[in-house]
Every structure is written in structure tokens, then in C-alpha cells.
């Protein structure tokens, strides 16, 4: 198992807090190895095994319960009798039917720690919600960070290696079980994740009979990353490619995307207003090699693949990413704001001759921090005070 630190010390920094500890994110992207590193972790910690009750939902000793009086009755069947401190380790909890009010009768009746993961943000809402206002903490967890794939592939972050390794993690992308695979049946193992994302954690849970118009909007969000979409426009080209559908289906479509972690919508923020704009926005996609294979492996759009990996590594360091606009016409590619910080981003493939990236940027009258990252790298620190990083070093910088 691959250390996952960040995550793990999270986890670590809430043990034994009253918070019920949430862990979120896609399909494949390292929720259950993070539980077992916790199980790890609290046995050297000299907690007692039969204290630990770690059950995944979607393994073979446990997929037969999927209601809440199954739950209950293997729970009677493990919790200890004494009564010291039980840990409780659920994954793919989303799985069993009427699970917050047994999670929540647990909270209350016993002395006990619990983490639950899942791969859909609906269980975040409704009866978990209305249960535990107040008392659950969330943690996103994301595919490989591009510093997370060197360590996996032993490659130090000085080598003369890098940036040839940021070309695969940019061509595949960071889920784990693809990093280690040999490179000619990576693009299967990722068609694998691709089908079981969209066909259980969304289409089977919202009862999608008929996948073809599902499928048409992914491929067409995965082309226009980094555009400015909505509903309409892509009726209209689906309707263009033969496929029929509604302004109402698409926006259903797209909110199940979102529960699925599959893409991340970033809406556009009106600087000098201070207010959100209600016009189209920008969606992202969680990695990039779920990319590549919803577009079918065709290369090209250097440009938006960039501003993807940008746009996941801002939320993967715990920032709110927004799209910026300043006047009518300019825009600034990420507002990132986290607790009393707020980081403006520019992205930029190449930097154009006749055009300087830091223009848009200069447009903000205030003195939070401004920068452009490039996808190529340039022998050039700063344009007009503004720093210029290559997309390697500044996926470096933050440990």
C-alpha cells in the first residue's frame, strides 16, 4: 500500500474528536487504502484488533448487507461487550439502504470513533445531514498528486526524469492502480474505472436506463474542459450528433457528473462585484486519463488538459476554485481562496509573443498574490512583478 500522508494525518489529527470523519472522492482513488492505513496506524497505537470494526461494503463477506436491520444485526455481532473505545472503519457505505440513522445510533450508544467512506456527495446530504448537523467532518480524496506519483514510481524530484514522468502522469493520470500498471494496458485499466464510475455511481444509483445520452455529455465535457458551457449548448450538439435530448435531462445529468466526482463544476466569480455571475461555467474533470478515455485517446487541447491539472491540484491543496472576471471581457483563469488566503491563477501552454498572460492579472486593484502557470518551461521569473512557474515546479512547491 501506498503511504498517503496528507490524508492519513487528517485522519490522525480528529482521532478520537466527537466529528464523524467523511471520506469523499471517485471511484478507485485510494478511500479504502486510506482505512487500512488508519487500521494500521491504530494497531501500532496498541489498539486492541477486535476494537477495530472495519467493514467494506462492496467486499465479498459483506455485500449481502445492504439494509439498515442487516447492519444493525452483524454490528450486535461485533461490537464488543466491555466498554472501551471501539473504532468503526465503514467503506462504500453508500451501499445499505437507511444507513445514517444506524451510523447515528452508533454515534450515540456507544464509545466509539467512526470514519465511513463514499462515492457519491448525495450521502452528504438529506438524513445524514439532518443527523449529524454540525458533527461530521469531510475529506476529499483525489488521485495521485504529480508528487504523490514520483514517490510511487521512485523517481526523485530532482531527477533529470521529471519531466518526462509529468508527460505519463498528464497522459494517464494519477489513479493509483494505473501509475503501477505496465504502460501497454494502462488505457484498459483506465477504461475499467471509466465504465464502473459512470455505469454504478451514476447511472445505476439515479436509474439511467438508456446511457447513450450520459455518455455524449461526458465526452463532450471531457472535450471542452476549461470552457464556458450550459445545458443549451450542449443539447444542441448533442442534437447535432444525432442524439436527443432535454435542457432538463442535461442539467440532471450534469448534478449526477458532480455527485459522482467524476467532473467539478467552477463557477465564474465577478471580482470587483464580489458576487457570483449566473451564466455558464466551467467544468473539470477528476483525472486526467479518465480524460483521454472518454475522448477517446485523441491528443491535442494542450492547452485545457493543463488547466484541468491546475484546476484539481488547486482543490487537492484545499482551495475553493472559482473562474474570475474582471470587467466584461477579462478573465482570470482560477480564484482560489482558502481560509483568509486568495491565490489569482493564470495558465498559460505557451507564453504568446505579442500578449504578456500577466495583463488580465494586472487588472486586479488589490495585493493578494498573482501567478502564471506555463506548460512549457520558460527561461523567464517574472513578467511585470508576476511570477512565472512551469506547471512541474509548481506542482512541486507545496508540500
Known amino acids: 500500500m501506498f503511504q498517503r500522508p496528507v490524508y492519513l494525518n487528517q485522519l490522525i489529527e480528529f482521532k478520537d474528536s466527537d466529528f464523524i470523519k467523511v471520506i469523499t472522492g471517485v471511484r478507485r482513488s485510494g478511500k479504502s487504502v486510506l482505512l487500512m492505513l488508519f487500521k494500521e496506524y491504530l494497531i501500532q497505537e496498541n489498539v486492541a484488533e477486535d476494537h477495530i470494526i472495519y467493514m467494506n ?6 455485500q449481502t448487507i445492504t439494509t439498515a436491520e442487516k447492519f444493525r444485526e452483524k454490528l450486535n455481532e461485533l461490537i464488543p461487550k466491555d466498554q472501551k473505545k471501539v473504532y468503526f472503519l465503514f467503506d462504500e457505505i453508500q451501499v445499505v439502504e437507511g444507513w445514517q440513522r444506524v451510523i447515528n445510533g452508533v454515534r450515540v450508544s456507544f464509545n466509539s470513533d467512526i470514519i465511513i467512506t463514499g462515492s457519491n456527495a448525495n450521502m452528504l446530504s438529506g438524513e445524514l445531514a439532518t443527523f449529524l448537523s454540525g458533527r461530521y467532518i469531510e475529506i476529499q480524496i483525489y488521485p495521485f498528486s ?51 464510475i459512470v455505469l454504478n455511481d451514476v447511472a445505476l444509483r439515479a436509474g439511467v ?3 447513450t445520452a450520459l455518455k455524449s455529455i461526458i465526452r463532450f465535457l471531457a472535450d471542452n474542459v476549461g470552457q464556458l458551457v450550459n445545458a443549451s449548448k450542449i443539447v444542441n450538439t448533442l442534437k447535432s450528433e444525432g ?19 467524476l467532473f467539478y463544476r467552477a463557477k465564474q466569480y465577478d471580482i470587483r462585484g464580489r458576487e457570483y455571475l449566473r451564466t455558464n461555467g466551467k467544468y473539470f474533470i477528476v483525472d486526467t486519463g479518465l480524460r483521454r478515455n472518454a475522448v477517446g ?9 493543463l488547466e484541468n491539472i491546475v484546476y484539481v491540484e488547486l482543490r487537492r491543496r484545499g482551495y475553493t476554485v472559482d473562474v474570475g472576471r474582471v470587467d466584461n471581457n477579462k478573465e482570470i483563469d482560477f480564484v482560489a481562496r482558502r481560509l483568509d488566503e486568495t491565490l489569482y491563477v493564470q495558465v498559460a501552454y505557451e507564453l504568446p509573443n505579442n500578449k504578456h498572460e500577466t495583463d488580465n492579472l494586472l487588472n486586479i486593484k488589490n495585493n493578494y498574490k498573482k501567478i502564471v502557470v506555463t506548460g512549457r518551461y520558460h ?4 513578467i511585470d512583478g508576476i511570477p512565472i512557474i512551469y506547471i512541474v515546479d509548481w506542482l512541486l512547491t507545496e508540500k
Open 57 to 62: 461494503f462492496e467486499s465479498f463477506d459483506y
Open 379 to 382: 527561461d523567464v521569473e517574472q
Open 146 to 196: 504529480f508528487r504523490e506519483y514520483l514517490n510511487a514510481k521512485g523517481i526523485e524530484e530532482d531527477s533529470r526524469h521529471v519531466d518526462s514522468a509529468y508527460d505519463q502522469y498528464e497522459k494517464y493520470g494519477g489513479f493509483p492502480s494505473v501509475v503501477i500498471a505496465e504502460e501497454t494496458i494502462k488505457d484498459t485499466i483506465l477504461s475499467g474505472i471509466f465504465d464502473t
Open 297 to 305: 485517446r485523441k491528443e491535442g487541447n494542450y492547452s485545457n488538459r
Open 243 to 261: 442524439v436527443e435530448t432535454s435542457v432538463h435531462t442535461v442539467n440532471r445529468y450534469l448534478d449526477l457528473l458532480e455527485n459522482g466526482y
Open 209 to 211: 436506463k438508456d446511457a
